[in-house]
């Protein structure tokens, strides 16, 4: 049985915004499903019915094993939620609202306490759990969200947007933090406008656009599917380009260059074609400036998909070890 | 649901004591307003009609005691508001909890707060030379009507920071507070109110509530206005937080 499993779901508003239209989408148990797409695309839409604060207009959704519309508590008990504000009482103190979300979740109150310093300890956030909230950054912020919805040790977490407007070093503790939930077994739905965290993360990845998912896949596959890695080369001495592109032709396509590049040519080796490229290149006499080995990217897929590019796709994003 | 709601409650108190802008207008305007009032209206005891007290001041201190209650369900309605624009009433939309206990919740905290009102007020009258003529049992009464009263404020502050969604909405309230106040018997008999303040006043359910906290104050504890003012605040209590479930179903609803 799906750990989520989604058949056509719409969501049209009042005023006849059609925001979700019609998504089919499962996420097998244990595994960490990302929901890649730019600001408006349904993401969030999405999310908030699967957690159930939103009623679908159209369609079925079913969340451990459970419909999202018919049986919304049976839901809530089984699922963590992390919304993409994290919503924070910021007059509480970390501990506080660690010990309010278990007993909203009828955590023994025996048992309240051990989870609430288990937890902050997990997030790193032990020494400011006697703060008052308001006073955390906003990466602490998020951190004591993804712990609070950890409380219940939920069978499904639902991440929205988790590390949006997060510094690196903060992005890089909860992307740990995913990790590690996926190594222990927890399903995991995120949504992210960050291609990196998606390829990083995920196990599979759906890319909605328009309240539609364009294109479904395992990061590898997707970028399979819009072409082969390509070496981009700028050579010293440009003044026989046609030449080297006829050289280059034996590794595969040499595709229109960039703006800057000399010479584009898809190599399905990948990393293991840049010696052999350079080697025929330096026997024939030409001294190579520069060269990088461009992978296709989920922006990539995403272009191809709608023709557009992903809104932040040119965002720095750190990777973390 | 008990724990729950118990929960609730100490957040929302817990809240008041840390944001004094919550709790502090409760006490200091009430209290500007008394010593306004009891500063410059103390010889309009003696006007033909005005019931027998021993000072405007032990008037008065129903008067204040009504506008607090009334503040504080204001202020229950801005506290909501702001935790639906914070996102805070996602989280507790999202667990297992009854829906009633996210209501029920704010409106222990409301009645608690009241009863806070209720003994400063009380206080307050005493070390200024308020005397509670119906001694322990009339101080008893007072507290009861003020608490039933304070959580029908707090329900009808929640319903319309429920149906509004954003607190600046619910402050917009306060002028209308005011207004309602001034057409009852809160601060003057309504014998002595001109047409058609006395009129209103006559089926404005505050004149009651406001005779029924000042009676115990200035006189013997009679059961006619005691009962007529636990009548009101029950009143508005029930109708209050009918309206309260109401506007919670349709903010689900409407999600």
């Known amino acids: 049985m799906a750990a989520i499993d989604v058949r056509g779901l719409e969501r049209e508003y009042r005023s006849g915004l059609k925001a979700v239209r019609g998504i089919d989408l499962a996420v097998a148990p244990g595994e960490v499903y990302g929901f890649l797409g730019p600001n408006g695309a349904g993401k969030t839409t999405t999310v908030r019915m699967l957690v159930t604060l939103l009623r679908p207009t159209g369609g079925s959704a079913t969340v451990a094993g459970f419909d999202v519309a018919t049986q ?3 839901v809530r008990k089984r699922i963590g939620v992390a919304l993409q504000e994290a919503a924070l009482d910021l007059l509480m103190t970390g501990r506080e609202l660690m010990e309010l979300q278990a007993t909203l979740h009828g955590i023994p109150r025996r048992d309240v306490r051990a989870r609430a310093e288990d937890l902050v300890g997990r997030v790193g956030l032990s020494q400011a759990a006697g703060r ?3 006073t955390y950054s906003g990466g602490m912020r998020r951190r004591l969200d993804l712990a609070m919805a950890l409380i219940h040790e939920p069978e499904v977490l639902f991440l929205d947007e988790p590390t949006t407007g997060l510094d690196p070093t903060s992005r890089a503790t909860l992307w740990d933090e995913v990790r590690r939930l996926k190594a222990e077994g927890t399903t995991v739905f995120l949504t992210t406008q960050y291609l990196e965290e998606a390829d990083q993360l995920a196990d599979r990845v759906g890319i909605i656009a328009d309240g539609v998912i364009v294109a479904e896949g395992t990061p590898a596959a997707l970028k399979a599917e819009v072409g082969l890695p390509h070496l981009d080369i700028t050579l010293m001495d440009c003044s026989d380009l046609t030449r080297a592109r006829e050289l280059l032709q034996a590794f595969g396509d040499v595709r229109p260059a960039p703006a800057g590049v000399d010479v584009s040519v898809a190599v399905a080796g990948g990393a293991t074609e840049i010696a052999p490229v350079v080697r025929v290149l330096d026997e ?3 001294t190579v400036a520069s060269l990088e080995l461009v992978a296709p990217s989920l922006d990539d897929v995403f272009a191809e998909k709608t023709g557009r590019r992903l809104e932040g796709a040119a965002e720095p994003v750190a990777a973390p070890a | ?3 729950v709601v118990l929960a609730l409650a100490r957040r929302a108190i817990r ?8 709790l502090a207008p409760l006490l200091i305007f009430p209290t500007l307003f008394l010593a306004v009032n009891v500063g410059g209206l103390t010889s309009t005891t003696s006007l033909q009609g005005f019931p027998e007290v021993r000072g405007f001041l032990d008037f008065q201190l129903a008067g204040a005691l ?13 506290a909501s508001a702001l935790e639906i624009e914070g996102g805070f ?3 507790l939309v999202a667990s297992p909890i009854p829906r009633v206990a996210i209501v029920l919740g704010r409106l222990v905290a409301a009645g608690l707060v009241a009863g806070v009102q209720v003994l400063f007020f009380l206080a307050l009258g005493l070390a200024f030379g308020a005397e509670i003529a119906g001694g322990v049992p009339g101080v008893l009464v007072v507290l009861v009507i003020g608490i ?3 959580v029908g404020f707090g329900a009808l502050g929640q319903a319309i920071g429920l149906r509004a969604r954003n607190a600046s909405t619910v402050q917009g309230i306060f002028p209308l507070v005011l207004v309602i106040l001034f057409v009852s018997s809160a601060f003057f008999p309504r014998a002595l109110l001109s047409p058609p303040s006395d009129t209103i006043s006559r089926f404005n359910p505050l004149s009651y509530l406001a005779d029924g906290l000042r009676d115990p104050i200035i006189s013997e504890v009679s059961w006619t206005p005691v009962l007529e003012g636990l009548a009101a605040a029950t009143g508005i209590a029930v109708v209050a937080m009918g309206l309260s479930v109401l506007a919670l179903r349709g903010r689900l609803r409407d999600a």
Do not use: C, E, H, Y
């Open chain 2, 89 to 91: 009433f996602d989280r």
């Open chain 2, 1 to 3: 649901m008990t724990r």
């Open chain 1, 132 to 134: 008052r909230v308001g």
């Open chain 2, 15 to 22: 809240a008041n004591l840390r944001k004094p802008q919550f």
């Open chain 1, 72 to 74: 919304p508590a049976q």
């Open chain 2, 66 to 78: 009504t506008q607090s209650l009334l503040l504080g369900g204001v202020s229950t309605g801005i």
């Open chain 2, 148 to 150: 039933v009263a304070g």
């Open chain 1, 284 to 286: 024939a006499g030409f």
